[in-house]
């Protein structure tokens, strides 16, 4: 059948979408241009470069965000309310904050593929943030593959839980004056941890936000290798401040590493540096450095996508035997070669974040 209205009508209520459309798109980059403004003074970066305004909508003359801070950072607030203060459509703006309690700085461990030792590396750092003088956790949110618990001489120790004003809350184990949590811990020994999807998920925000950790200088997270669901749901649901990311020094690995921190960059989560892990192998006998997985390969990637390299690993057999009886080599052996480049790449993160300088000065 023939409509009744007019070409003319559909057409002018065709270009009053596109007005308002454009209209939109003006006000959400106006907030954008404001927020660049602000300045998070540890970081001395601007909060929107360093990811923690996500969720950004306006809709009419109202903002609303979700802000991803530290425990020590909500001040940020009242700082983005005055400077959307200064536009003169915007009637109010709603901010939701996003916290883990308690916790200053969250950071993130990942790899682009599997093997390359990344819960080893999550585990000797943050025995050696512990060794700075920081109150440390480590959540093992790894759900192909949780070791820390093993690694940090745990096994298969049961999980409490606690009830508290703002609900029941899991209690974290403690080993090595470092709080731990583990997805490895929920399951029965020896069996898959088969989920998918919903439940997956539904686990990994619990473990983000259900956990009591009390006062922390670091969390660090263990994420899945890769950059699948999983990995994208802690990094969206968490306070995440940066990422590290862990590499071996052969390209099939660099190119697995390269995706990843597209992939970080993507959501808005500053890539912090690489660690390579595996670079070198000391010789018992000549002292003499042999790159047995070539080299190099760190520093290339470091230099081609503008990260620091933080620090180069070398392949030492009491890493993997630390590891096997729960006593990291940092541990056990801060001054060897191992634990020297942990320490120093440590206080590198301790001097970026501030955390125990500014406890030794009071």
Not at 172 to 183: D, T
Request: charged share 15%.
């Amino acid at each position: 059948m023939p409509s009744d209205d007019s070409p003319f009508e559909q057409a002018s209520a065709e270009n009053s979408g596109r007005i308002a459309d454009l209209q939109m798109g003006d006000r959400q980059q106006a907030v954008i241009n404001c927020l660049k403004q602000i300045t998070e003074p540890i970081l001395k970066n601007n909060i929107v470069s360093l990811g923690m305004v996500r969720n950004l909508r306006v809709v009419d003359n109202y903002v609303y965000l979700r802000l991803y801070v530290g425990q020590h950072q909500h001040h940020l607030e009242e700082q983005i309310q005055s400077a959307l203060s200064t536009l003169s459509w915007c009637k109010k703006a709603y901010i939701h904050i996003c916290t883990i309690p308690g916790v200053k700085t969250t950071l993130a461990i990942s790899s682009g593929k599997g093997g390359v030792g990344k819960s080893t590396v999550s585990v000797n750092l943050a025995v050696a943030l512990s060794l700075q003088g920081a109150k440390v956790g480590l959540l093992d949110a790894d759900v192909y593959g949780p070791n820390v618990p093993q690694m940090m001489g745990l096994g298969q120790t049961g999980v409490n839980i606690l009830d508290t004003p703002n609900g029941q809350r899991f209690v974290p184990l403690e080993a090595h004056g470092i709080k731990l949590m583990s997805v490895g811990l929920l399951a029965e020994p020896d069996h898959p941890l088969a989920w998918r999807g919903p439940v997956l998920h539904k686990i990994v925000t619990q473990f983000i936000h259900e956990v009591a950790w009390g006062d922390l200088d670091y969390l660090l997270i263990d994420l899945p290798p890769g950059t699948g669901d999983a990995q994208i749901t802690i990094v969206q649901e968490s306070p995440i401040c940066g990422v590290i990311l862990v590499a071996t020094p052969q390209q099939v690995a660099i190119s697995d590493v390269r995706r990843s921190i597209y992939m970080f960059r993507q959501v808005g989560v500053p890539v912090l540096g690489i660690i390579e892990n595996m670079s070198y192998l000391i010789c018992e006998h000549c002292g003499e450095p042999t790159p047995i997985f070539g080299s190099g390969g760190g520093q290339q990637l470091a230099t081609e996508l503008y990260v620091p390299l933080l620090g180069q690993i070398p392949i030492d057999a009491r890493i993997c035997t630390g590891g096997d009886i729960g006593q990291p080599l940092t541990l056990t052996d801060p001054t060897s070669t191992v634990g020297r480049v942990f320490v120093q790449i440590a206080a590198s993160l301790d001097a970026t974040f501030d955390c125990t300088s500014t406890k030794r000065q009071k």
